[in-house]
């Protein structure tokens, strides 16, 4: 699986930004698509995932209420649209892959990674 993720940039804190991740390559019955980050000096955390058939949808509590996360079956590819964003929320985003069903928040718990994209948000 091949994930290509795209969409950061700089924008200002109560901006918003849509980070977008194509997948490509082998396919899977049933899998989940999630979005972590990863600020400087810190480790590596969950914000948000899809179920790709069901589209149940899980985050974390830093972001609920501010970003979403969806999916297009038809281009396969899984969107985070993040609102009122904050300087805390800068950090490269990575989207991942994780075969079968089940929404987790666990590095580990994901097979498939993308390159990351940049978000910078200035106060």
């Known amino acids: 699986v091949q994930l290509q993720a795209s969409g950061g940039g700089l924008v200002q804190a109560g901006g918003s930004l849509r980070l977008s991740c194509a997948a490509s390559?082998?396919?899977?019955?049933?899998?989940?698509m999630g979005w972590f980050r990863q600020a400087p000096g810190k480790e590596r955390e969950f914000v948000a995932a899809v179920n790709w058939i069901d589209v149940s949808t899980y985050y974390a509590d830093s972001v609920k209420g501010r970003f979403t996360i969806s999916r297009d079956i038809a281009k396969n590819t899984v969107y985070l649209q993040m609102n009122s964003l904050k300087p805390e929320d800068t950090a490269v985003y990575y989207c991942a892959v994780r075969p079968g069903y089940g929404l987790e928040r666990r590095v580990y718990e994901y097979d498939y990674w993308g390159q990351g994209t940049l978000v910078t948000v200035s106060s």
């Open positions: 390559g082998r396919t899977f019955s049933t899998y989940a």
